[in-house]
């Protein structure tokens, strides 16, 4: 089956700084999503993104099928954007998580 | 904005009781999962369920493990003689389509001691 791998496992910011996230998958995909997983376990919706770029705020996401990959970038970065953070890409009506980038931001 | 809604939000379980863990999908979605994560690890596909019969199902999800859509709205998990490596948190999602974005519930978490 289809491999999700996202980088880096781990990321430690500075309030006010960027990040890009990145996640790799082994084969081709109807779709992709990423998800910001809070302290509570919620997890809440980025992006529905099965190619191109979207923004939502100070959230952005690009994806490029061909080359299999999709990035998340997070810009000015706050607190409240600490957690987990999957891509899943969606195989055959399914989605395939990958093992997550876990952001924290220090004030 | 419609939300898949799960209940209960947590539960503790004796080993070896069964459990049902209960979700109400976005009302004009058809297609229906169950999704489980343990503490630390990834989140992990159990089950699919679409027109009133499983679609895909892992090999995680074995005869323990069963689901239903007993009317209109509801759809349920039921784990038969739960097991301590059951503990988990438990996503219920549903999509209008099979290949849409898919929208989560809040989880149930689930500890069996």
């Known amino acids: 089956g289809i491999q999700v791998e996202q980088s880096p496992p781990d990321l430690i910011l500075q309030e006010g700084a960027n990040s890009t996230l990145r996640c790799n998958f082994s084969d081709s995909v109807n779709n992709l999503q990423w998800f910001h997983q809070n302290p509570w376990g919620q997890l809440i919706n980025l992006f529905y993104i099965p190619s191109g770029t979207k923004q939502n705020g100070r959230l952005s996401a690009t994806t490029v099928a061909t080359e299999r990959y999709s990035l998340l970038y997070i810009s000015s970065s706050q607190t409240t954007d600490s957690g987990v953070y999957f891509c899943?890409?969606?195989?055959?009506?399914?989605?395939?998580f990958g093992q997550g980038t876990e952001l924290s931001v220090k004030p | 904005e419609p939300e898949v809604t799960q209940t209960p939000s947590h539960q503790v379980t004796q080993m070896g009781q069964e459990v049902i863990l209960r979700c109400v999908p976005i009302s004009n979605h058809l297609y229906f999962y169950w999704y489980r994560q343990i503490l630390g690890q990834k989140v992990e596909f159990l089950v699919s369920f679409y027109n009133n019969e499983i679609s895909e199902k892992s090999e995680i999800f074995d005869d323990q493990f069963s689901v239903e859509r007993p009317d209109g709205s509801n759809f349920t998990l039921k784990i038969r003689s739960t097991k301590l490596e059951d503990s988990a948190m438990y996503f219920c999602a549903s999509s209008p389509t099979g290949g849409g974005t898919i929208y989560f519930g809040e989880g149930s978490w689930l500890t069996v001691v």
């Open positions: 899943a890409a969606n195989q055959g009506g399914k989605l395939i």
